[in-house]
């Protein structure tokens, strides 16, 4: 804790590498309320980059991106996007493609691995080519965000084997 202004800057740029995910702001003599959103959380997230493996909606209107890194070789799920603006959605159904029947992802995955309910999310499988910009909280659990990440942009500069040693 501290009421220093400065100290909560250093605290909250240099404590990433802890997983510590943000600060909380409040009121010195303020009090947990149940229920009330009386205490402000502020989150720490950084640009990263990412291989989009999937898309939950559909090729043409995805509502999310499913994103994906290499791991020993393997591409496996790190995360999910927010909801695609319209204007996102358009974008990427110009560029992505379907995938092959070698794409190493189930046509299904359980909810809860984004963190909600034990429901099951269809995934629309692409070509790993596309690599896209996120904005990511630093919290992650077994190798992946436990929040949603949301989605920038396309990084046509970049490809897969840009992103190597990234999810070691």
Partial sequence: ??????????????????????L???????????????WIKVKSRESTE???GAVTGSLERSDTIV????????LEIVGRST???????????AVLT???????????VSS???????DRVALVKVEPVVVGEVLADTALQAGAYRH????????????PEDLQGRGE
């Avoid at 994103?67 to 393997?74: D, E, I, K, N, Q």
């Avoid at 809860?112 to 034990?118: I, V």
Wanted: proline letters at 8%; one cysteine or more; aromatic letters at 8%.
């Fill in 1 to 22: 804790m501290t009421t220093d202004g400065a100290t909560a800057r250093a605290w909250f740029t240099n404590c990433r590498h802890a997983g510590i995910e943000g």
């Fill in 24 to 38: 909380v702001v409040k009121g010195a003599d303020s009090v947990y309320t149940p229920g009330r959103r009386s």
């Fill in 50 to 52: 990412v291989i989009i």
């Fill in 67 to 74: 994103a994906g890194l290499y791991r020993s070789g393997v």
């Fill in 83 to 93: 909801p695609l603006t319209t204007t996102q959605s358009r974008a990427l159904g």
């Fill in 98 to 108: 379907a995938a092959g029947p070698d794409h190493p992802w189930p046509d299904e």
């Fill in 112 to 118: 809860s691995r984004f963190g909600a309910s034990r």
């Fill in 148 to 159: 949603p990440l949301r989605f920038l942009r396309p990084r046509f500069d970049l490809s």
